[in-house]
């Protein structure tokens, strides 16, 4: 038996970063956007036991480091599945990136062989076993185009009142992998108060950066979002981790710059970079722009994308 799903990627609109947890992990706000670039993944049930992970990118692990298999591994022996799988990943999201590109496969091979196993779990129950393999995969669990993610991002709120908008993007994303612990990482040297800052005098000592106060509300942004309303979106929408990966990837804030020379109204970094993205208007804007990028001479690739 066999099944072909799509495994969509995301942007994110809004990330506000609230506290550091004491396991390290951090609490998140944050607006997730499901968008149409996408991969597409081919399930063939196996007689045997056997989990085996084909992909057509040598950017991504096919051992049982792949998020995928570890999502149809966790599966297997949390329900005592004798059958295997062979899961052909075809990438088209790139590596990386932050738009969610691992977290949505794994997602998708919970959905696909809750159907091939004939396990009847329930989408709650789906979005609590995708809470163990990452704070993104239970948003792609959801059949839903915006959602507000809480906590580490797992606690998915689906927002109902945009459930028939749809955005169009150009997403422009440079050839260098960012490393999520390392911006988290750097946000806190950045943002958070230390117990030898008060006590330091020393004048080599990195001044911290004070944390800014947003006027941003998740209801404004939405109700933003639903009637298109550009300059109000510019206004509210914002990325806490921007000024930290542009400061460890000075590329990054240097494409938000040329999107801003192009004129566009919005751009905002999604994740934790590297990719950048603008909104535009219309379709045929959102090509015009993806012409004016795909033809310039840099080191990046240039993708175009729908709410989905």
Known sequence: MQMRLDSCSKLNLYLKVLHRNKDGYHDIDTIFERIS??????????????????????????????LAYRAAKLL?????????????????????????????????????????????LSKAKLSRIAECLGSDVPFFIHNTPFAQGLGRGEDIKPIKSLKNIRIWHVLVVPRINVATALVYK??????????????????????????????SDVKILTLAI????????????????????????????????????????????????????????????AMVLYRQLKGKNKPWDVFLAQTV
């Open 37 to 66: 670039l996408s991969d597409k993944i081919i399930f063939t049930l196996r007689k045997d036991s056997n989990i085996k992970i084909v992909t057509s990118s040598d950017n991504i692990p096919s051992d049982h480091t792949n």
């Open 186 to 215: 750097k946000w806190d040297e950045f943002f958070l108060p230390s117990a030898s800052d008060a006590k330091s005098k020393s004048p080599g000592k990195i001044k911290k950066v004070k944390l800014t106060t947003h006027d």
């Open 76 to 120: 297997q022996e949390k329900y005592r599945i004798k059958n295997g799988v062979n899961i052909k990943i075809i990438k088209r999201i790139p590596v990386g990136a932050g738009l969610g590109g691992g977290s949505g496969n794994a997602a998708t091979v919970l959905i696909a062989l809750n159907k091939l196993w004939k396990l009847g």
């Open 226 to 285: 639903k009637g298109k309303i550009w300059n109000k979106l510019r206004k509210y929408s914002f990325n806490d981790l921007e000024n930290v990966t542009f400061r460890l990837y000075p590329v990054v804030g240097k494409i938000k710059e040329e999107l801003y020379k192009l004129k566009q109204e919005f751009v905002l970094m999604s994740g934790s970079g590297p990719t950048v993205f603008a909104i535009t208007p219309s379709k045929k804007e």
